[in-house]
């Protein structure tokens, strides 16, 4: 059987009265994306800190890259590299004197690591930028220095924790094709993201975590199919007609149908679509105006609410 990249086993870390990690089993190979997704509060930057040694577990236990993150965490941190939530870069510094500077802490000689910082600086479209305080940057160019100066050292794991939270959608693609470009040169990826297109985009499986759990897992085609083969999308007339619009498809399609944020619209996912017939039918023998319907593939966002029964958005929990 090959070497995982990731094993763990009943893992558990609470603080105080609040548990953030709660039992979770990993089990995720080599190669590729592998995306941990969940609200905020749900568990996943302390299962990151627990798998890159900067925090013990509680309970359980964790193998990364077939060393145990306890007793053998300095091998650990040999092998893989971390990029937070923040940027780590120091603003004062330029985007080529940050990698410069971490470049010689890896061991680099003075000539090795302004190499190292002219390559990492040209691959990630920063080298007009190169001689520039990091505090001048732009957030999509500190991501992508903070990205690099992880990089430094090419390392055999990555984790990326919540790489695109705050930045705009031209700066999020940036950061999408340097995670590809990564892994095809080799590089694992451990991605946790509470972006469901960002885990749809990227990865090549999913774990859902909720409340310090994994509720779910599996690739993306395999968790939207667990909750049905298509999704029913209607837009009222009358957007006061959603409780009767909702009851009323909950009983025909026998499938959970629930309000859009707006109240105008009403979703339920299904797994015969041929009912839509009897559906739409039944709305209007119940007097409910509809405007649009839509039928396709559930969303990441859909499979996450059926699971969990809320929005990756919606929780926000301390400590985790």
Known sequence: MPELAIETTGLVKSFGKTVAVDGIDLSIARGGVHAVLGPNGAGKTTTIRILSTLMPPDAGSARVLGRDVVTDATQVRRRVSLTGQFASVD???????????????????????????????????????????????????????????????TPELLFLDEPTTGLDPRSRGEVWDIVRAMVTSGTTVLLTTQYLEEADQLADRISVIDHGKVVAGGTSTELKTSIGTATLNVRLQHPDDHTRATNTLSRVLTADARTGDDLGTVTATIDDPSRVGYALTALHEAGVMVSQVTLGQPSLDEVFLAITGHKTETDAEVAA
């Open 91 to 153: 603003e004062d510094l330029t985007g080529s004197e940050n990698l410069r500077l971490i470049g010689r802490l890896f061991g680099y000689t003075g000539t090795r690591a302004r190499q190292r910082a002219a390559e990492l600086l040209e691959a990630f479209n920063l080298s007009d930028v190169a001689d520039r305080q990091v505090k001048k940057y732009s957030g999509g160019m500190r991501r992508r220095l903070d990205i690099a100066a992880s990089i430094t050292v």
